[in-house]
C-alpha cells in the first residue's frame, strides 16, 4: 500500500465529498448533514474555520461555531454543481 502525504489525503477526502454531492445533484436529492465535513476533514478546524463568541469561558459548556456555517458552504458546493461550472477537481 502506498505511503500518502497529509496533503494527499486531504485532496482524495475533498473528492470524495465532491463526488457525494454530485451523485445526489443526478439524483436529486440535495440532502447532507451539516456536520458532513467532520468525518472527511480532520482535523476539521483546520480547513473550516471557527469562532467563539466572547462570552465562552473555561467555565461555560459549548461548542465550536463556524466562521461560515457549514449549510452554507453545502449550498453553494451544490450551487456549483448544479450550474456546471467547475470541475470535480
Avoid at 30 to 49: A, G
Amino acid at each position: 500500500m502506498p505511503d500518502f502525504t497529509r496533503d494527499e489525503i486531504l485532496l482524495r477526502a475533498c473528492k470524495a465529498l465532491v463526488y457525494n454531492f454530485s451523485n445526489q445533484v443526478e439524483e436529486g436529492r440535495d440532502v447532507v448533514h451539516t456536520r458532513v465535513f467532520n468525518y472527511f476533514l480532520h482535523p476539521e478546524d483546520r480547513y473550516v474555520y471557527y469562532g467563539a463568541s466572547a462570552s465562552v469561558t473555561d467555565d461555560t459548556k459549548n461548542h465550536p461555531e463556524h466562521a461560515v456555517p457549514c449549510a452554507v458552504l453545502i449550498n453553494e458546493c451544490f450551487r456549483l454543481l448544479k450550474e456546471d461550472k467547475l470541475s470535480h477537481d
